[in-house]
């Protein structure tokens, strides 16, 4: 059963079930910017997409959250579940529950996680149970420069959860994994408080990354500039009370003056 690309479409096949389809996949992968496609090394895992789409989640209001794009969310959670390079689920990705109830526990868990490396500037996670494979691809010529004597290296990493598990562990390594690189990227924002990771082209220094968006720096800076003027009102207030005694003096040394002259 194939559909027409432009046909609207559900994430899930049945709805109550976690199971994806393709294209829902597709498009999940799309808005999280998964891929990243460079001239040097071609198509990879964009982590700090991934990691900025767990930062997002963090700061998501679930309660408020529109029903379209709390469907979107489920489906890209349950998309990062499965082509994680780490993931590996038992019995397959066919029979799994519906997802929503499993992607609130996950979020609380980000939630924590993040705030807890921004509070105490460290975060262990695990232990997780993981397989690492090097191998020396001794007979294929491509592989090795006979002339040199070299082999191309290749490793791996696997990652097994937990029988009972739901995809969240296999997300938190994820995440783990995520933090390890782009880790000194996240922030808070100082106005808002909202979690956000920094952008990785820092075009000038004012955009070092104080703000989470450009509406914020500039709500700060109207905040500031408000409070600047209160203060310089409180001042002139003061001043003003203080001016009008020295006004009356000086007005009275004045005509003191001119009746000298
Ligand atoms: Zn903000």
């Given at each position: 059963?194939t559909?027409?690309?432009?046909?609207?479409?559900?994430?899930f096949?049945?709805?109550?079930s976690?199971?994806?389809?393709?294209?829902?996949?597709?498009r999940a992968?799309?808005?999280?910017g998964?891929y990243?496609?460079?001239m040097?090394?071609?198509?990879?895992?964009?982590?700090?997409?991934?990691?900025n789409?767990?930062v997002?989640?963090?700061?998501?209001?679930?309660?408020?959250?529109?029903?379209v794009k709390?469907?979107?969310?489920?489906?890209?959670?349950?998309?990062l579940q499965?082509?994680?390079?780490?993931s590996?689920m038992?019995?397959?990705?066919?029979?799994?529950?519906?997802?929503?109830?499993?992607?609130?526990?996950?979020?609380?868990?980000?939630k924590?996680h993040l705030?807890?490396l921004l509070?105490?500037?460290?975060?262990?996670?695990?232990?997780?149970?993981?397989?690492?494979?090097v191998?020396?691809?001794?007979?294929?010529?491509?592989?090795n420069?006979a002339?040199?004597?070299?082999?191309?290296?290749?490793?791996g990493?696997r990652?097994?959860?937990?029988?009972?598990e739901?995809?969240?562990?296999t997300?938190?390594y994820?995440?783990?994994?995520?933090?390890?690189r782009?880790?000194?990227?996240?922030?808070?924002c100082?106005?808002?408080?909202?979690?956000?990771?920094?952008k990785?082209?820092?075009?000038?220094?004012r955009?070092?990354?104080?703000?989470?968006?450009?509406?914020?720096?500039?709500?700060?800076?109207?905040?500031?500039?408000?409070?600047?003027?209160?203060?310089e009102?409180?001042q002139?207030?003061l001043k003003?009370?203080?001016?009008?005694t020295?006004?009356?003096?000086t007005?009275?040394?004045?005509d003191h003056?001119?009746?000298?002259?």
């Open positions: 059963m559909k027409h690309p432009d046909m609207p479409d559900e994430e096949t049945p709805l109550s976690g199971v994806l389809n393709p294209l829902a996949k597709e992968l799309g808005r999280i998964y990243v496609t460079t040097r090394r071609g198509k990879e895992v964009d982590y700090w997409a991934v990691l789409w767990f997002q989640l963090a700061n998501e209001d679930l309660t408020k959250i529109l029903p709390l469907k979107q969310r489920v489906a890209e959670y349950r998309t499965e082509v994680s390079p780490y590996f038992i019995g397959g990705f066919n029979n799994v529950p519906p997802a929503i109830e499993t992607f609130r526990e996950l979020q609380t868990t980000v924590q705030n807890q509070d105490t500037g460290r975060l262990k996670t695990g232990p997780f149970s993981v397989e690492l494979s191998s020396l691809p001794l007979n294929s010529p491509e592989g420069d002339n040199r004597q070299t082999h191309r290296l290749y490793y990493e990652f097994y959860p937990p029988s009972d739901i995809g969240n562990g997300l938190i994820v995440l783990s994994r995520c933090l390890q782009f880790g000194h990227m996240l922030r808070r100082l106005y808002c408080q909202n979690l956000f990771l920094q990785r082209l820092v075009l000038s220094k955009r070092e990354g104080k703000y989470c968006e450009d509406t914020c720096r500039a709500l700060s800076r109207k905040r500031r500039l408000k409070e600047k003027k209160a203060e009102a409180a002139t207030k003003g009370r203080k001016r009008r020295h006004d009356s003096k007005r009275g040394r004045a003056g001119k009746k000298r002259r």
